[in-house]
């Protein structure tokens, strides 16, 4: 595992603070800002990824689901909170997967296995959404990742992760 990830994930799975960035203002005055760690989900069935599909000010492009960790949350409590705000779908967080962190958005990944496969939206996505910002909870064939403009570049690897260790299947875990 990389060190970045394994510290991240362990210091807040342990409810450590979130690792901070020091900004500086014109070099006189610095601050410490908290950076958020996204916990994001992995889900694949039958050679289709779960993504979500976004349309934001006139471009296009999808991510897997996931979000920020709350406060008092554990990595793969966000995971699935986020997991079912945005698809619906409620889900079994597996492995952390051994994904190279971003340090100017830190994001951690698991494989999931979820127990349906219709995907609706909710949450604060539904409230936000409008025609300017739209999300659609899809699944998508791993072959197209690259049409659909999946981002960021780890999300992309983390598939390629899940897709290459999970056994093939077609059927929701039960």
């Not at 990595?75 to 889900?91: I, K, P, Q």
């Not at 909710?122 to 409230?127: N, Q, S, Y």
């Not at 990742?145 to 690897?157: K, S």
Request: with cysteine; charged share 30%.
């Amino acid at each position: 595992m990389h060190v970045w990830s394994e510290i991240l994930a362990r210091r807040a799975v342990a409810g450590a603070d979130l690792p901070s960035r020091r900004l500086a203002d014109r070099g006189r005055a610095w601050c410490t800002v908290v950076v958020r760690i996204r916990s994001v989900a992995v889900v694949t069935l039958d050679e289709r990824v779960l993504v979500v599909k976004r349309r934001r000010d006139g471009r296009s492009y999808c991510v897997l689901p996931g979000g920020g960790v709350e406060a008092g949350e554990d990595l793969r409590e966000a995971c699935r909170r986020e997991l079912l705000e945005e698809t619906g779908l409620d889900g079994d967080v597996g492995d952390l997967l051994d994904v190279p962190v971003d340090q100017q958005t830190p994001a951690v990944y698991f494989a999931v296995r979820v127990t349906s496969t219709a995907v609706s939206l909710g949450g604060p996505e539904l409230r936000r959404a409008s025609a300017r910002n739209e999300y659609e909870p899809s699944w998508v064939a791993a072959t197209s990742l690259d049409e659909e403009g999946l981002v960021p570049d780890a999300a992309r690897q983390a598939v390629r992760i899940v897709l290459d260790t999970v056994e093939p299947t077609s059927e929701p875990f039960r």
